[in-house]
Nanobody, 122 residues
Framework: QVQLVESGGGLVQTGGSLRLSCAAS????????WGWYRQAPGKQRELVAA?????????NYSDSVKGRFTISRDSAKNTVYLQMNSLKPEDTAIYYC??????????????WGQGTQVTVSS
């Protein structure tokens, strides 16, 4: 089992910055991918950024956040971060930390945090 606890959300003005943190505990040695997702009201949950441990730390970002957001991981602290700069009102959403354990083939198990609200005012 893996437990994830997010923090760092809040209210910020357009152009501002926030840093989200995701503290992980449990059997994290089997986690292959660490990521951040978000879900805005009335929309589906979408991937924001992810770092794949088993591929040498490759990182992917959604097109909407490239150049503004940075995902990072501190393995000593078992914490994943999402630095968000130049925030826009369309970034408003609940942000979720995700840890994925790939089982084999296309099978995987996902762990989720409780989510943290990010609101960007115009």
């Amino acid at each position: 089992q893996v437990q994830l606890v997010e923090s760092g959300g809040g209210l910020v003005q357009t152009g501002g910055s926030l840093r989200l943190s995701c503290a992980a505990s449990g059997t994290i040695s089997r986690i292959n991918i660490w990521g951040w997702y978000r879900q805005a009201p009335g929309k589906q949950r979408e991937l924001v950024a992810a770092v794949t441990i088993t591929s040498g730390g490759s990182i992917n970002y959604s097109d909407s956040v490239k150049g503004r957001f940075t995902i990072s991981r501190d393995s000593a602290k078992n914490t994943v971060y999402l630095q968000m700069n130049s925030l826009k009102p369309e970034d408003t959403a609940i942000y979720y930390c995700n840890a994925r354990r790939e089982i084999g083939g296309s099978l995987a198990y996902d762990y989720w945090g409780q989510g943290t609200q990010v609101t960007v005012s115009s």
